[in-house]
């Protein structure tokens, strides 16, 4: 990726415009983010969360990479701390009898230790906590890895309300800089989230991206630019994200549909074009 594909948050914290994600990889994902990185993508997401993802696999596929001509600063790695009940209790990543701040620090050795570095450039807390009394003891805990130079931002993820958002943003010491939501018609594409991320440098990270969105890919006026453009849909759809300040996660297996979601920075839809998709976005 060319440095312009890139965008930095308020820490300044340069994150790629399309984040490879590792998910649901089980044993082909060493193999799969070892491709990911080879073919160009320079930002990984995972998270300390067995269920769903083989973070010890992320680690192996980033490890093949690197060498002479790319470094570990060269790749944003984020990772993500899921509080118990988003865990599979026969899979629990750290003691499930310890406190939160102590299941924090836990998740977070187990990433560096299954990513094989010393920092994460990105820990992001999987899902709100309802009882924000919780929230403040997992985000102290946060803060306390961000203080020792463990995490270079913090974030959240699955946080639709924007009453909550707010009030964790003036509540915490270390201000969240990522928002990792699903972008789908259910939540207005989080029209009001997103404001509030762009005015306080949050970069706003979009999942489902394209499964939760089929009648935005075959609208016909999707259809009628991807045939302007001879990009397919979705190359035009992922473009368009990123022209409005969307990082979105592609979690691709094919090496097709690789090097189609990388080719994105290759044109550039005009205003107008941008304007005729921000149309399509309606809840
Ligand atoms: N924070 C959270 O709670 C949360 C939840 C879900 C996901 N995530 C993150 O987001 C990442 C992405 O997950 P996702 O749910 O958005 O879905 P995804 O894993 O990216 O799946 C996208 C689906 O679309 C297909 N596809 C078709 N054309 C494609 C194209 N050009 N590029 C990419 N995919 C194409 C893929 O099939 P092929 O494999 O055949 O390309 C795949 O079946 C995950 O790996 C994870 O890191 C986070």
């Known amino acids: 990726m060319r440095t312009t594909d890139f965008v ?36 990984l997401d995972t998270a300390c969360q067995p269920k769903h993802y083989q973070e010890e696999g992320v680690g192996a596929g980033l490890a093949a990479c690197l060498g002479p001509g790319l470094e570990r600063a060269d790749i944003y790695l984020q990772s993500k701390f899921t ?39 990105g820990l992001v807390l999987h899902s709100p906590l309802r009882d924000e009394a919780r929230l403040m003891e997992v985000w102290s805990a946060m803060e306390a890895v961000f203080d020792s130079g463990g995490a270079r931002q913090l974030g959240i993820s699955n946080c639709y309300a924007l009453d909550y958002l707010e009030r964790l943003y003036g509540r915490a010491r270390i201000k969240p800089a990522i928002v990792q939501n699903r972008f789908y018609a259910e939540t207005g594409y989080d029209r009001n989230i997103r404001t509030f991320c762009r005015q306080h440098g949050i970069i706003y990270q979009s999942f489902w991206t394209l499964t939760a969105n089929p009648k935005i890919l075959s609208h016909a006026k999707l259809q009628a630019l991807a045939s302007a453009y001879e990009r397919t849909p979705a190359q035009v759809f992922f473009r368009y994200l990123t022209q409005v300040g969307i990082v979105p996660l592609t979690g691709t ?13 290759d044109f550039e839809l005009t205003a107008t074009k941008c304007d005729a998709m921000s149309d399509l976005l309606v809840p």
């Open 253 to 265: 297996t094919s090496e097709t549909h690789m090097k189609e979601d990388l080719a994105i920075f």
């Open 83 to 121: 509080p118990p009940d988003g865990q599979d209790p026969e899979r629990m990543p750290y003691d499930p009898a310890a406190d939160l701040a102590e299941q924090l620090t836990q998740s977070f050795n187990a990433s560096l230790r299954n990513l094989r570095t010393t920092y994460l450039d």
């Open 8 to 43: 930095a948050s308020a820490f300044g914290v340069k994150t790629p415009k399309l984040i490879y994600g590792t998910a649901w990889k089980k044993d082909r994902t060493a193999r799969l983010v070892e491709q990911a990185i080879k073919l160009g993508f320079r930002g």
